[in-house]
């Protein structure tokens, strides 16, 4: 294995999502070469369903307060705690990246396929912003399926949002994930169904 090659691999290895941010989260040209590996990602039909609303500064109040008001939406007897501590992760986050789906219903492109094809931009936009040397994590919850929410965001329907992501400088070194071996998610097939290690727990 060549140098870069091994230096790619190991990026990819010591990937792992962390929301204990602190700024500065990347801008300019360094930002926007981390957002060109979305369009690496496989799309069957080459229909880039992707897109990127980017949230700093003082937007990052009016994105918490319409969190909020999907939150209520969803459902009016939300405690105050989670709706507090909501507010304040999405009103803080160095950087937010809502991640849009683009979905063309009628395209001869299953949705589904459209919608891995979104997972897999957001899988390259987290191991671009690993591999640049920041942290970051995808997020979701039940106000990514609110259409209201999403409509506000600028993804009306048949659109749909795939989840936010949490973007800035990880406030520890140390902050990575021990990786969990992945034989247990391995089997061979021989004509059989296959079992896995990992599901008799």
């Known amino acids: 294995m060549k140098k870069h090659e091994r230096i790619a691999l190991d990026s990819l290895l010591s990937r792992s999502s962390t929301d204990d941010l602190t700024g500065p989260a990347p801008k300019g040209e360094e930002l926007e070469t981390i957002l060109s590996a979305v369009m690496r990602a496989p799309d069957h039909g080459k229909l880039r369903p992707w897109r990127l609303a980017l949230i700093h500064g003082d937007a990052r109040a009016k994105l918490a307060d319409r969190v909020v008001a999907s939150m209520k939406r969803i459902d009016p007897e939300v405690p105050e705690k989670k709706i507090e501590k909501r507010h304040h992760r999405m009103s803080t986050m160095p950087l937010t990246i809502v991640?849009?789906?683009?979905?063309?219903?009628?395209?001869?492109?299953?949705?589904?396929?459209?919608?891995?094809?979104?997972?897999?931009?957001?899988?390259?936009?987290?191991?671009?912003?690993?591999?640049?040397?920041?942290?970051?994590?995808?997020?979701?919850?039940?106000?990514?399926?609110?259409?209201?929410?999403?409509?506000?965001?600028?993804?009306?329907?048949?659109?749909?949002?795939?989840?936010?992501?949490?973007v800035g400088t990880p406030k520890h070194e140390d902050h990575e994930a021990k990786r969990r071996p992945v034989t247990p998610y391995i089997a061979e097939w021989n004509g059989e169904p296959v079992t896995f290690e990992a599901d008799k727990d």
Do not use: C
């Open 99 to 166: 991640l849009g789906m683009h979905l063309r219903p009628d395209n001869k492109i299953p949705l589904i396929e459209q919608e891995l094809a979104v997972g897999a931009a957001g899988m390259n936009l987290l191991n671009a912003i690993h591999a640049a040397g920041y942290g970051a994590v995808w997020v979701s919850g039940e106000i990514t399926y609110d259409p209201v929410f999403a409509a506000e965001l600028g993804f009306p329907a048949p659109h749909a949002l795939a989840g936010f992501f949490f």
